[in-house]
Each structure stands twice: as C-alpha cells, then as structure tokens.
C-alpha cells in the first residue's frame, strides 16, 4: 500500500531557501517518478516538478526553474525539494505525488506540508 | 505552455442532479486529460484518465468524454459525498497544468 509524507514545511522568509521532503513506503520507491503539486491557501492546484525514476529527468514549471531542485535518495526512499529564493507567492500546500507508470499522472499523494513565506 | 480553461467555477446543484463541468485547452491535447477530486484539506483523488477512462474503484455516475481542446466531466447523480472542488489535468508535455477548478457545491 502506498504511503507518502512530507515534511519540512514551515515559516519562512523571502529570499532564504527550505528543504522538503516526501519519505515513501508501501511500494517499491525505485521504480516510480514522483510529482509535486502545491495548492496556495484558497486557490486551485498548480503542477510543480517532476524526476523520473532513475532520478535522470526533471521538469519543472516556469514559476519554479532555477529555484527549485528535485532530487530522490533511493537508500532512504525519499524525495526532496529544494526551493531557494522563496517569494511570497511560493506560500502554500505542497504535495508529493506518485507518477502513474502508464498514464504520467499524479496518481497516490501525500497529505501535504504548509510552506508560508513571510517576512 | 499549454493554459486549461475550466467553467463554471461554482456549480450550486443538489442531490440527484446531474451535472457537467467543461475544461478547455489552448492547444490540442488529444486525450491526455485527467479529472481530479478534492475535498476540503485533503489530497486531490484522480477520477478520470485519457479524457474517459474511469480510475479503478471510482464509481461509475462519473463520465468523462472529448478529445482534442474540448472535455467534459459529467456526474449523472450528484450523492453527498460528491459535493467537493473538481480540477481537470493536462498531461500531454510538461510542464502539466491543472484547470482552475469547479467547486461543486449545495
């Protein structure tokens, strides 16, 4: 059974980076991608990266390229993003999600963990 | 990238009703479209994939249906547990986008 948590979400303030992360069990971690999705407070779902399986492709929105990084340690089967020079509008839910291995979809997802950026 | 135009934003229906929800793309996506739920401080669900494909375990009042720029999420009995904000997905090429959802409300 699929199990995704994230952590490392808290108050931060612009400008300075954070760390997330999104340990996972239940499956095999090695053989999925992984998406992360976040949700501003009160506002719709916005697509933010995406890494393969092998770790070897990485996407990411044009909001977020050439501040945020992907990245998976098999060993501790667990994703991380990391998001440097945090804006305001980077405040919200971010998710962790796994990718569909037929579809690409976003298919099992953590609970979230709640970015607020602030000075 | 490729921007999804969801409608309405609010849909007031009650139980029994039928109801639709449109998502448009601004350039074709054959049927790379995925349909989402969610509910209030919980995770999204997917419901529908490749525009019309019911996810395994969802029931089956939930229909999707169209292809190229124009899809529809259809929910031909509208039960409580329905009543939740629902997003449509392209998953053509990345960056993906989601619609800007529907809230499907009493």
């Known amino acids: 059974q699929v199990h995704l948590v994230e952590s490392g979400g808290g108050v931060v303030q612009p400008g300075r980076s954070l760390r997330l992360s999104c340990v996972a069990s239940?499956?095999?971690?090695?053989?999925?991608?992984f998406h992360w999705v976040r949700q501003a407070p009160g506002k719709g779902l916005e697509w933010v990266a995406v890494i393969s399986s092998d770790g070897e492709n990485k996407y990411y929105a044009d909001t977020v390229k050439g501040r945020f990084t992907v990245s998976r340690d098999t060993p501790k089967s667990t994703l991380y993003l990391q998001m440097d020079s945090l804006r305001i509008e980077d405040a919200a839910v971010y998710y962790c999600?796994?990718?569909?291995?037929?579809?690409?979809?976003?298919?099992?997802w953590g609970p979230g963990t709640l970015v607020t950026v602030s000075s | 990238d490729i921007q999804m135009t969801q409608s309405p934003s609010t849909l007031s229906a009650s139980v029994g009703d039928g109801v639709t929800i449109t998502c448009r793309a601004s350039?074709?996506?054959?049927?790379?479209l995925a349909w989402y739920q969610q509910k209030p401080g919980k995770a999204p669900n997917i419901l529908i994939y490749k525009a019309s494909t019911l996810q395994s375990g969802v029931p089956s009042r939930f229909s999707g249906s169209g292809s190229r720029t124009e899809f529809t999420l259809t929910i031909s009995s509208l039960q409580p547990d329905d009543f939740a904000t629902y997003y449509c997905l392209q998953y053509l090429t990345y960056p993906y986008t989601f619609g800007q959802g529907t809230k499907v409300e009493i």
């Open positions: 239940g499956f095999s971690f090695v053989s999925y991608g």
């Open positions: 999600a796994t990718v569909d291995r037929t579809e690409g979809t976003p298919l099992d």
């Open positions: 350039q074709h996506i054959n049927k790379w």
